[in-house]
């Protein structure tokens, strides 16, 4: 039996749960520090700017005091004891003139409110807890306690003194702040990917913008501000440390300012989060900018293309820059079939607030803005790829180089897909490749996966070519001229449309259980079980029947319902490693990585790896890259 977790003694372990032996929740002397501060320079815009309000105020008396004086303030009516004593209380006037007794210096104010704020932190959270209490002694259900707990975790993330909610008129007395990093590009308190095909050079450009933070020096003309780095690599330090000191060396100056962490984080990890916010914390100087090389890398636990595993990453590198207002820099690869978007869920691009694309043209890089929620997009800028001799050598005595940055020319992008004079053949293979991503991308929404993860098989597209009324050799030659023209791409038994994959309509809900006619079923040669297998999911039985409203081959009416057995099976001499991997496969949509399928067979990858190339033998598996995938051959299509 898996035991209960106690809200009680989750609160046990929140800050401030034992006794204090001073009390936190009030600090008097700072509340007549700020009201001294206020009445030796008032100032209106500080009040706004540092989000000071009554409810800071624990002792009544000061609560009253600051009100008035904010009041007169907001007037244009310097306050002091004169113009005050007829609009407070007497309590409220000793504790003005008590105030201005005080050694409080205006410069400190910043310094007094955030010592009210805190305190308002420890009174929210005490409160919350006593409710917890009261609730557990009154028999709440679990729920309600869970309710309360979250609450109390909640109490910091909130500013105190302002609460939610703002005016508008405070709202647009405040000037917009602009915390550039890198002029035109870079941001702190953001997060920034970085995303492209691997090779293209997103290292380089990383470790590029890495140091010149770093050092404060211009980045192809912009102004940079100087800041401690942290360059979480996930991987080895042996290519790094040369990428590093070839810029270092090229550049002129000294390595500094950045520390490197090689060991992978799992951004999937809450604890492992926290430890990291830990030690960040912990460093003599915070970062003013976060480096992830790469999100694979640092992923942890769970699959890129699950929204629910995706935007627990995404609330990783969140907490990370809510922890530490640094930039975060983060380094992606591009999606399988659609190169124009960061691969896995859609949740990551929902959620950045910079996105730029990486290409690489021979020895060019690029990068193109392809989001910026808070700026206009920047100009598109290129390197070239040069190399830098290092001093080192090998073990054999042969010197080492490595590569670095240089400003280059912009490579004009590949003319749009030729579709110009298409023959009707082509655009029915075309638009029927369309209609089977739709699907796709229906089964993903309905499954709980991010649409834009779907991929086709070739061999569903040729059968549903088929099913549309194209002979095998001109679904052949439908596909080589649908190449040859860049509209659609053949790697590794998938096919992949150039431009992009359309938009998903969330009305459009595929027929899984259509009504077959009656006719159609007794026209079966075998009994009719009543499966309907939309294109490019998963059948979960052997020997099922594929039903649908296409025309097959056979005495079938045009549009009328059709059957069809599926050889779901496989040979006789298949090993015990395939048959196991087969049984998993059948049940995944689309594709799923090597290391994630060892996890559900309990076998190592490389066993895994060995078991998929023998169903790609049996014509019943593809392997592209790390992904594996079911194909099903003999399935019917409409």
């Not at 401030?16 to 001073?22: C, E, I, R, S, Y």
């Not at 989060?273 to 003599?284: D, F, G, Q, S, T």
Request: net charge negative.
């Amino acid at each position: 039996m898996t035991a209960t977790r106690n809200p009680l003694d989750e609160l046990a372990a929140q800050p401030g749960a034992a006794l204090p032996v001073v009390d936190k929740t009030i600090n008097h002397e700072a509340e007549r520090a700020v009201i001294a501060a206020l009445m030796r320079h008032p100032d209106g815009k500080e009040i706004i700017r540092l989000g000071i309000a009554a409810n800071l105020f624990d002792h009544p008396p000061d609560r009253e005091a600051f009100a008035a004086i904010a009041s007169f303030i907001a007037d244009g009516i310097p306050p002091d004891a004169a113009t005050l004593r007829g609009a407070i209380s007497n309590a409220a006037l000793i504790e003005v003139e008590t105030s201005l007794q005080e050694h409080a210096s205006a410069a400190n104010l910043p310094v007094y409110v955030n010592l009210l704020k805190a305190c308002q932190r420890e009174r929210l959270a005490q409160a919350a807890r006593d409710r917890l209490v009261k609730a557990a002694a009154a028999g709440a259900p679990d729920h309600e306690l869970q309710a309360i707990l979250e609450s109390v975790r909640q109490v910091g993330q909130t500013e105190p003194g302002k609460g939610r909610f703002l005016d508008v008129g405070e709202l647009c007395a405040l000037p917009p702040t602009e915390n550039w990093l890198m002029k035109n590009y870079l941001t702190r308190d953001s997060l920034t990917v970085l995303f492209g095909d691997p090779g293209c050079g997103k290292s380089f450009l990383a470790i590029d913008i890495a140091c010149h933070v770093a050092t404060g020096t211009p980045w192809r003309g912009c102004p940079v501000k100087p800041g401690k780095v942290l360059y979480i690599a996930g991987e080895g330090r042996n290519g790094l440390s040369k990428r590093f000191r070839a810029w270092f060396e090229r550049h002129g100056e000294p390595p500094r300012n950045i520390q490197i962490c090689t060991a992978p984080i799992a951004l999937t990890d809450p604890a492992g989060i926290a430890a990291l916010v830990a030690e960040i914390k912990a460093m003599p100087e915070a970062p003013a900018l976060i480096v992830v090389d790469t999100i694979n890398r640092n992923f942890g636990p769970g699959d890129e293309n699950a929204t629910a595993d995706m935007t627990r990453a995404v609330a990783g590198l969140d907490a990370i820059r809510n922890a530490t207002g640094a930039a975060i820099l983060a380094a992606h690869h591009s999606g399988h079939g659609d190169k124009t978007r960061g691969r896995g869920s859609s949740v990551l691009r929902a959620s950045v607030d910079v996105e730029y694309a990486v290409e690489k043209f021979d020895r060019t890089v690029q990068v193109r803005c392809t989001k910026a929620k808070d700026f206009d997009h920047p100009a598109p800028l290129a390197w070239t790829l040069e190399k830098q001799p290092l001093p080192w050598a090998d073990e054999d005595g042969t010197p080492l180089d490595s590569a670095v940055l240089e400003s280059g020319e912009l490579h004009e992008p590949p003319p749009p897909p030729n579709t110009a004079r298409m023959g009707g053949n082509q655009t029915k293979a075309l638009e029927t490749l369309r209609a089977l991503y739709r699907t796709q991308q229906a089964t993903l929404v309905q499954a709980g996966t991010d649409p834009g993860t779907a991929r086709v098989t070739k061999a569903d597209w040729y059968a549903a070519m088929k099913a549309a009324g194209l002979s095998r050799n001109r679904c052949t030659d439908s596909r080589a001229e649908l190449v040859r023209r860049g509209l659609v791409r053949d790697e590794d038994g998938f096919v992949y449309l150039a431009d992009a994959v359309p938009d998903f309509a969330p009305d459009f809900v595929p027929d899984l259980y259509r009504t077959v006619p009656e006719s159609a079923k007794a026209s079966c040669t075998v009994p009719y079980q009543g499966t309907y297998r939309v294109p490019g999911t998963p059948v979960h039985e052997a020997g099922a029947l594929v039903c649908g409203t296409g025309m097959m081959e056979g005495d079938h009416e045009p549009n009328a319902a059709a059957v069809q057995p599926v050889d779901n099976s496989l040979p006789a001499g298949a090993s015990d490693g395939a048959r196991e991997l087969w049984e998993v496969l059948k049940h995944v949509q689309g594709s799923e990585t090597a290391d994630r399928l060892a996890q559900k067979i309990g076998r190592n990858t490389a066993r895994v790896i060995a078991a998929a190339q023998e169903l790609r033998g049996f014509e019943r598996a593809s392997i592209s890259g790390a992904f594996i995938g079911p194909i099903h051959p003999n399935e019917a299509v409409f």
